[in-house]
């Protein structure tokens, strides 16, 4: 009979795509790891991985195999949190993922209140960019994600808690005094900068501001938002940022200004997603209130 051992073995494989790494990960000698996975081979009758001395490769039938698996431990992780439901909130762990344009911003408004309210909760975070995030909730390698909407997470439930708009951040010297609005149509899109191609918040700005969606200059290329800000400060362009990021970003007394972006809005949605059979909802509601109250007594 094929064993949950075996399965979980042969997922840490796919992983790392390296069995000494997954032994160590699964906390067994590599000889007992490749001994599980060779008589799980045998017992379904496919070869799962092609190894040698230089790599490790799964194959075709292996990866079928493997999907399954995975179906198979989302299911069983979820059968242990049954026994969780009807205990105390937040009395078990938990780990969430975020995207780097949230985490920075909202874990310190809303971290202190709910380790106030949940001093014993134990929670794990994880910094991915929005497509890695949902490959992971939909595994159940994570709990939960906060991402920032509208992106693709069919199938998935989401919970949504905050809604914003963007700024248009200049350096004073080229900002007029008695500006407090621009739309789209002020903008020089030539000297806005945003963040590099795969970050959601490009396309959200974008989207906001009616602008297709281009290749920029590879000087303007960026990860990081304070790295934008540092870029504006240096009178290099312009740039967009939400809300939320205001505090930490800009200064009362930097040489930058921030105006608002007046098109139609919200421009961003700021959400919870989970699997939608996850068992744990009631907490995710909890987040989603507790998430709202303090955003909205911090981002005014």
């Not at 963040?195 to 297709?212: M, P």
């Not at 995710?284 to 955003?295: A, G, I, P, R, Y």
């Given at each position: 009979?094929?064993?949950?051992?075996?399965?979980?073995?042969?997922?840490?494989?796919?992983?790392?795509?390296?069995f000494?790494?997954?032994?160590?990960?699964c906390?067994?000698?590599?000889?007992?790891?490749?001994?599980?996975?060779?008589?799980?081979?045998?017992?379904?009758?496919?070869?799962?991985?092609?190894?040698?001395?230089?790599?490790?490769?799964?194959?075709?039938?292996?990866?079928?195999?493997?999907?399954?698996?995975?179906?198979?431990?989302?299911?069983?992780?979820?059968?242990?949190?049954?026994?969780?439901?009807?205990?105390?909130?937040?009395?078990?762990?938990?780990?969430?993922?975020?995207?780097?344009?949230?985490?920075?911003?909202?874990?310190?408004?809303?971290?202190?209140?709910?380790?106030?309210?949940?001093?014993?909760?134990?929670?794990?975070?994880?910094e991915?960019?929005?497509?890695?995030?949902?490959?992971?909730?939909?595994?159940?390698?994570?709990?939960?994600?906060?991402?920032?909407?509208?992106?693709?997470?069919?199938?998935?439930?989401?919970?949504?808690?905050?809604?914003?708009?963007?700024?248009?951040?200049?350096?004073?010297?080229?900002?007029?005094?008695?500006?407090?609005?621009i739309?789209?149509?002020?903008l020089?899109?030539?000297?806005?900068?945003?963040?590099?191609?795969?970050?959601?918040?490009?396309?959200?700005?974008?989207?906001?501001?009616?602008?297709?969606?281009?290749?920029?200059?590879?000087?303007?290329?960026?990860?990081?938002?304070?790295?934008?800000?540092q870029?504006?400060a240096?009178?290099?362009?312009?740039?967009?940022?939400?809300?939320?990021?205001?505090?930490?970003?800009?200064?009362?007394?930097?040489?930058?200004?921030?105006?608002?972006?007046?098109?139609?809005?919200?421009?961003?949605?700021?959400?919870?997603?989970?699997?939608?059979?996850?068992?744990?909802?009631?907490?995710?509601?909890v987040?989603?209130?507790?998430?709202?109250?303090?955003?909205l007594?911090?981002?005014?």
């Amino acid at each position: 009979m094929i064993s949950i051992k075996q399965l979980y073995y042969a997922l840490a494989v796919e992983k790392t795509l390296h069995f000494k790494k997954a032994a160590e990960a699964c906390n067994v000698s590599q000889s007992a790891l490749s001994t599980a996975i060779s008589e799980l081979e045998k017992q379904i009758g496919v070869v799962i991985f092609e190894r040698n001395n230089k790599q490790v490769l799964v194959t075709d039938d292996g990866q079928l195999i493997l999907n399954k698996a995975k179906r198979v431990k989302l299911e069983l992780d979820e059968l242990l949190q049954v026994s969780q439901v009807n205990k105390k909130p937040f009395s078990s762990g938990m780990t969430i993922g975020v995207i780097p344009t949230i985490g920075p911003y909202l874990l310190p408004k809303v971290l202190p209140e709910l380790r106030l309210q949940h001093p014993n909760f134990k929670l794990k975070i994880i910094e991915e960019q929005s497509h890695v995030l949902v490959d992971l909730v939909r595994t159940g390698e994570l709990d939960a994600a906060i991402l920032a909407l509208p992106f693709p997470i069919e199938g998935l439930m989401k919970f949504d808690f905050w809604q914003e708009d963007f700024y248009w951040v200049s350096h004073k010297d080229e900002c007029p005094s008695q500006m407090q609005e621009i739309t789209s149509e002020e903008l020089a899109l030539e000297t806005l900068m945003l963040l590099k191609d795969g970050h959601c918040l490009k396309e959200h700005a974008l989207a906001a501001c009616r602008f297709k969606s281009q290749k920029q200059d590879s000087a303007f290329d960026s990860a990081s938002l304070h790295t934008l800000i540092q870029m504006v400060a240096g009178k290099l362009g312009t740039t967009l940022v939400p809300q939320m990021a205001l505090d930490q970003l800009i200064y009362p007394e930097s040489e930058l200004r921030a105006i608002h972006l007046n098109e139609p809005g919200p421009h961003r949605t700021i959400s919870l997603i989970t699997r939608p059979n996850y068992v744990r909802t009631n907490e995710m509601l909890v987040l989603k209130s507790l998430f709202h109250e303090q955003l909205l007594a911090k981002c005014q």
